[in-house]
T-cell receptor, first 113, second 118 residues
Framework: NAGVMQNPRHLVRRRGQEARLRCSPM?????VYWYRQLPEEGLKFMVY????????ESGMPKERFSAEFPKEGPSILRIQQVVRGDSAAYFC???????????FGPGTRLLVL | AQKVTQAQTEISVVEKEDVTLDCVYE???????LFWYKQPPSGELVFLIR??????QNEISGRYSWNFQKSTSSFNFTITASQVVDSAVYFC???????????????FGQGTILTVHP
């Protein structure tokens, strides 16, 4: 059973460009979560999604960041007009319905030049 | 608001020593879940254990053991006879009820860097 898949594993963008991070949950998992790991801030929750619904986006920056989990296909975390401060590791996690354990993907390391 | 505190930023031990990683949490939820995750140098996050707030039984899995004490809001993790491969960052995390069908977001502690020397 494949784990949570994230791609790309590494992404380099110049300031002002867009970054698209993809996450395919484990088979049978209908909940997806995104977290960001900054060197001095640790792991922080960003957004929680179920298929076609955003359940909790309390950790998402108000501007430039968006997330979706369509009926078909992976979940996407989109960062528009990236700035140097967006450089971080972005982790996706998934869980089954009615299950609280979140399983994490390998992360996407975003570097903004 | 929920909070998780891992007061030990870094711990260094020699192989075969026992080591305990501390975790203290704060929550107003009556039902919640506690977790430990391991982040080895390769960078992925590996799930180790989940505990719910109604189950205070200690758990042992091989060289790993966990001590959950609701009275002190602590969920400590002990590695017995540590090995070099245990070197990693260890995170304690907490989730509370977020409505609907799941418990939603995890609140993480700052992590403890464990280095096991040969």
């Amino acid at each position: 059973n494949a784990g949570v898949m994230q791609n790309p594993r590494h992404l380099v963008r110049r300031r002002g460009q867009e970054a698209r991070l993809r996450c395919s949950p484990m088979k049978g998992h209908s909940h997806v979560y995104w977290y960001r790991q900054l060197p001095e801030e640790g792991l922080k929750f960003m957004v929680y999604l179920q298929k076609e619904n955003i359940i909790d986006e309390s950790g998402m920056p108000k501007e430039r960041f968006s997330a979706e989990f369509p009926k078909e296909g992976p979940s996407i975390l989109r960062i528009q007009q990236v700035v140097r401060g967006d450089s971080a590791a972005y982790f996706c996690a998934s869980s089954e319905l009615y299950q609280e354990t979140q399983y994490f993907g390998p992360g996407t390391r975003l570097l903004v030049l | 608001a929920q909070k998780v505190t891992q007061a030990q930023t870094e711990i260094s031990v020699v192989e075969k020593e026992d080591v305990t990683l501390d975790c203290v949490y704060e929550t107003r939820d009556t039902t919640y879940y506690l977790f430990w995750y391991k982040q080895p140098p390769s960078g992925e996050l590996v799930f180790l254990i989940r505990r719910n707030s109604f189950d205070e039984q200690n758990e042992i899995s091989g060289r790993y053991s966990w001590n959950f004490q609701k009275s002190t809001s602590s969920f400590n993790f002990t590695i017995t006879a540590s090995q070099v491969v245990d070197s990693a960052v260890y995170f304690c995390a907490l989730s509370g009820y977020a409505g609907g069908t799941s418990y939603g977001k995890l609140t993480f502690g700052q992590g403890t860097i464990l280095t096991v020397h040969p």
